[in-house]
């Protein structure tokens, strides 16, 4: 009676655990962009929505809650023209609406501002 | 208190734990582990896929594996690292040599097992279905695979194993991202923590899946086409 309880358990958690290791390894690697697509329009400023419907090409600032470092200066520049940085807010200019709405799906980011046009 | 050590040799468990929620913060740390999975399950499935087509192939036909299996075997005898500077030279530094370089882990311990999980197969076995007027596709579908299954999982699991070791070793010669690269990077700048959290992390993702992943499909595998017919 004992060893079949025994052998069930062991045998259900032959299953459970390929089931629970993909969900974990799911997590892993989808998670942050997942949560940071669903809280993807937070980051945007209200103007910065308004514009991307009207503009190709809109002028930022990315607020982060931490200076950029290598990592961060890389992903910018791989998306378009880095204007410089200030503190903690990086500026990019004539960055295409797509590449903005991609930026907002990073859960690191803080803010994203509309530059004033000059 | 009083440090026995500076922070830049051997950080507490304490700093370690506060520069992984930094990493965590500032989405470098699942990038570079997006990074290391993807690339290490590319090279493990195109390893995988190749070992098994070959070591089955070998496993049936004489003439293929005499010609194959010495040259295999040296081959396997050389160190994934040793191929690291070849790769580069004739990949240049980017994905397809780190893919090339886990490959060459993987792929000689798959081709291995498969090869000798099919040549432990039983002939009574080949031999009863053929009596029962199955054909030589029978002989392979429903009797050589399964029974070599016990075996290729072995393979796969240790494959596993090294092709991870292969992919931080190629990730810090040949990457720009990953958890290889992450560990790499953080000695410019003299941080044993980053360093650490690189470490723990590809400790636990490994013991993840081994422990959830590899050891359950193996347990399960040998209980089903194995030796043994229940799990103890």
Redesign the interface.
């Known amino acids: 009676m004992r060893a079949n309880l025994v052998i069930r358990r062991a045998r259900a958690s032959v299953v459970w655990r390929p089931v629970f290791a993909a969900f974990v390894l799911a997590v892993l690697i989808f998670g942050a962009g997942v949560y940071g697509d669903l809280t993807a329009g937070s980051r945007m400023a209200p103007e910065v929505n308004a514009a991307l419907n009207t503009q190709r090409y809109l002028g930022i600032a990315v607020v982060l809650d931490f200076p950029p470092e290598d990592f961060h200066m890389k992903y910018f520049q791989a998306l378009g023209t880095m204007g410089g940085v200030q503190g903690t807010t990086v500026l990019m200019r004539r960055i295409m609406a797509d590449q903005v709405r991609e930026l907002s799906g990073n859960y690191w980011i803080r803010r994203i501002e509309l530059l004033p046009t000059s | 208190m009083a440090r026995l050590v500076p922070q830049n040799f051997l950080p507490a468990p304490y700093e370690v734990l506060v520069a992984w929620s ?1 990493v965590i ?4 740390f ?2 570079n ?2 990074a290391s ?2 690339r290490l399950g590319i090279g493990f499935v195109v390893s995988t896929i190749l070992g098994i087509v070959l070591g089955v192939l070998m496993g049936l036909h004489r003439g293929i594996a005499d010609f194959i299996q010495p040259l295999a075997s040296f081959l396997n005898a050389l160190s994934g690292i040793a191929w690291v500077p070849l790769a580069i030279t004739w990949f240049g530094l980017g994905p397809v040599a780190v893919t090339f370089i886990i490959w060459n882990s993987i792929f000689f311990l798959v081709l291995f097992n498969t090869l000798v999980g099919i040549k432990s197969v039983p002939l009574i076995y080949e031999n009863a279905v053929l009596t029962l007027g199955g054909n030589r596709w029978h002989v392979i579908a429903h009797v050589l695979i399964p029974g070599a299954l016990p075996n290729m999982f072995t393979g796969l699991r240790m494959g596993m194993g090294f092709g991870w070791r292969a992919l931080i070793v190629a990730e810090m010669i040949a990457a ?1 991202s990953g958890l290889g690269f992450m560990i790499f ?1 953080a000695r410019y700048f003299q941080r044993a923590d980053l360093i650490l959290v690189g470490i723990v992390t590809i400790g636990l ?1 490994w013991l ?2 081994d ?3 590899l ?3 193996e ?2 595998t040998i ?1 089903r086409w194995g030796l043994v017919s ?2 103890q």
């Open positions: 930094d913060k500032d989405g470098s699942f990038a582990v997006v999975l993807v720009s990077d993702i993840a899946t422990r959830l992943l050891v359950p499909l347990r399960w209980e229940k799990l």
